[in-house]
């Protein structure tokens, strides 16, 4: 019964290739969110998107895309990666119009050799 | 420019003690703040949340206190347990209305037996 789940928790890939993480919460909510988590443990936001549409992008690269099938899923797409790329990819969903509190997935962690 | 720093990055205490953790922002006017706990490998998990007409908001072993002239919040945990070891995450919003939660550096609290 995991409420927000994001697959895969691993990714290990080289410099240039295209790489997706899929999400997916079955919380009924209206938001969910991309967030990257680098190895100094900061917790960025990069996208939320809200009833398929993107109300917040964040000053990430174009190599990143979100792409929203339906409420439910909110999957993040990577194009040429790069060094930089490296770290945790957290999905999250809260409900549209409540206190905020948002509910995370148990993140994907990318390296790119 | 805006921050939001959590002033110990490492905090060791002896269990049964209080844990007092802080968390200062610049430059944003939440109108409420939120504290998450994150362990190594997971995702964030949501405690509490304060809102900015609030002074101080309970649950069981934990306080929170909301300062918005110091633009400060202090998280207790009392009768602290080697279980409550973890990274505690304050988080606030931007009051854009897109629930865009900002994070903090995050405080990496020990309980030590």
């Known amino acids: 019964d995991t409420a927000v789940s994001q697959t895969p928790k691993y990714l290990v890939t080289q410099m240039g290739n295209d790489k997706s993480i899929k999400c997916e919460q079955n919380?009924?909510?209206?938001?969910m969110y991309w967030y990257k988590q680098d190895s100094k443990k900061f917790l960025k936001i990069m996208f939320s998107?809200?009833?398929?549409?993107?109300?917040i992008n964040e000053t990430v690269p174009n190599r990143f895309s979100p792409k929203s099938p339906d409420k439910a899923h909110l999957n993040l797409h990577i194009n040429s990666l790069e060094l930089g790329d490296s770290a945790v990819y957290f999905c999250?969903?809260?409900?549209?119009?409540?206190?905020?509190?948002?509910?995370f997935g148990e993140g994907s962690r990318l390296t790119v050799l | 420019s805006q921050k939001i720093e959590q002033n110990s990055e490492a905090l060791n205490i002896q269990e049964g003690k209080t844990a007092t953790l802080t968390c200062n922002y610049t430059n944003y006017s939440p109108a409420y703040l939120q504290w998450y706990r994150q362990d190594p490998g997971r995702g964030p998990v949501f405690l509490l949340l304060i809102r900015e007409n609030e002074k101080e908001k309970r649950k069981e072993r934990l306080k929170v206190t909301f300062d918005t002239t110091l633009k400060q919040s202090l998280f207790h945990i009392t009768a602290s347990q080697p279980a409550d070891s973890a990274t505690y995450l304050c988080?606030?919003?931007?009051?854009?209305?897109?629930?865009?939660?900002?994070f903090g550096t995050g405080t990496r609290l020990t309980v030590i037996p």
């Open positions: 998107y809200n009833n398929k549409e993107l109300i």
């Open positions: 999250a969903s809260s409900k549209q119009g409540s206190t905020g509190e948002l509910f």
């Open positions: 919380l009924g909510h209206d938001t």
């Open positions: 988080a606030l919003d931007d009051q854009t209305g897109a629930n865009n939660l900002f």
